[in-house]
C-alpha cells in the first residue's frame, strides 16, 4: 500500500519519515484485508501528521519518537486484524441462518444495512484509541459482543416479519367473511381473536352471532374468542366483559336476523297473499 503524503509537514527529513512509515505498513497490514487497511492506514497517518506537524520544529528525535508510537500502534493493530474476515463470515452465516425463510428481496434489504454498521464497528474496534493497545482476548470478546448484538437484532427481525406476513395471510383469510362477522356483531377486538386462533390453512366458513365454524369442522363460541387474547393479569371480569356487546343485545340481534332470514325466504306475493284470506282462510 502506497503511504500518503503529509502534505501539512514541510522538513527536509521528511522523505526519510514516509520511507519508515510505509516500511511499518507493508510489514504490518500486508495481510490486512484492504478495505480495512485503508481506513486504519488514514487514520494513523493523520495522526502521525499532526504529530509530526507539532514536533518537526522542535528535533528529529521527537519525531522519531512519534514514528515509534504510529509503529507500534501498527504492530497492535496487525495482532488482530487477520480476525475480520473471519468475524465478517460469521455474521453472513448467522444472516443466512436468521433468514433463511425470507423471501431473497426482503432478506436482502434487512440484512445488507445491518452488516455494513457490523463491519463499522469491527473497524472501530480493531482500531480503537483509548490510549493503550488492547489486547487480542480484549478485541475478540468486543467482536463477539457486536456479533451477538448483530444476531439478536437479526432474529427480532425475522420474528417481526414472519408476524407480520401471518397477519396478513390470516387477515386475507377473513377477508370474505368480515361483512358477516360486522352482521353478526363481532366486533375489532373479537375479529383480531379469531385472527389469533385460525391454524395455517385454516379459513371461516360458517358465522352465527355466537359461534363460528371453519373449513376444519372446528366450531368455536363467542366466550372462546373472547377468552383466548385475555391477558393473565387482567383478572376483572367486569371490565373484561364491558369492551364487548351484551349477551342480552345479541340475543336480540340474532332474532332479528333469523326473521329477517325468513322474510327473505318468502315468496313476494305470500304476503299478499296472506292479508287476502279470511277468518278460516277462505279467499273473500
Known sequence: MKFPKLDNVKADSQPEWEQIAARSIAQFLRDTPSEVAEIIVARRVAILEGELARIVQL??????????????????????THLFPHWMEVAEQRADIRLRDIPEADAIAI????????????????????????????????????????????????????????RAATDQRIESRRNELTRCGW???????????????????????????TNRSRCVSRDEVRAWGR??????????????????????????????????????????????????????
Open 59 to 80: 528535533c528529529n528525535s521527537e519525531a522519531r519518537g512519534a514514528l515509534k508510537e504510529f509503529d507500534e500502534a501498527l504492530r497492535n493493530t496487525a495482532a488482530v
Open 187 to 213: 366486533n375489532v377486538i373479537e375479529v383480531e381473536h379469531i385472527c389469533g386462533m385460525l391454524a395455517p390453512g385454516e379459513k371461516l366458513q360458517t358465522v352465527a352471532v355466537f359461534h363460528v365454524e
Open 231 to 284: 391477558p393473565l393479569s387482567w383478572t376483572n371480569d367486569s371490565t373484561w366483559q364491558s369492551q364487548f356487546t351484551p349477551n342480552a343485545v345479541l340475543r336480540e340481534l340474532e332474532a332479528d336476523l333469523a326473521e329477517a332470514k325468513r322474510a327473505a325466504a318468502r315468496p313476494p306475493w305470500a304476503d299478499n297473499f296472506n292479508r287476502d284470506l279470511g277468518p278460516r282462510g277462505i279467499r273473500a
Open 111 to 166: 440484512r445488507t444495512p445491518r452488516l455494513q454498521a457490523l463491519k463499522r464497528e469491527f473497524i472501530e474496534i480493531l482500531d480503537s484509541d483509548n490510549g493503550r493497545p488492547a489486547t487480542q482476548a480484549e478485541v475478540t470478546a468486543a467482536a463477539t459482543a457486536a456479533l451477538d448484538r448483530f444476531d439478536r437484532d437479526l432474529l427480532a427481525c425475522a420474528v417481526k416479519y414472519h408476524a407480520d406476513a401471518q
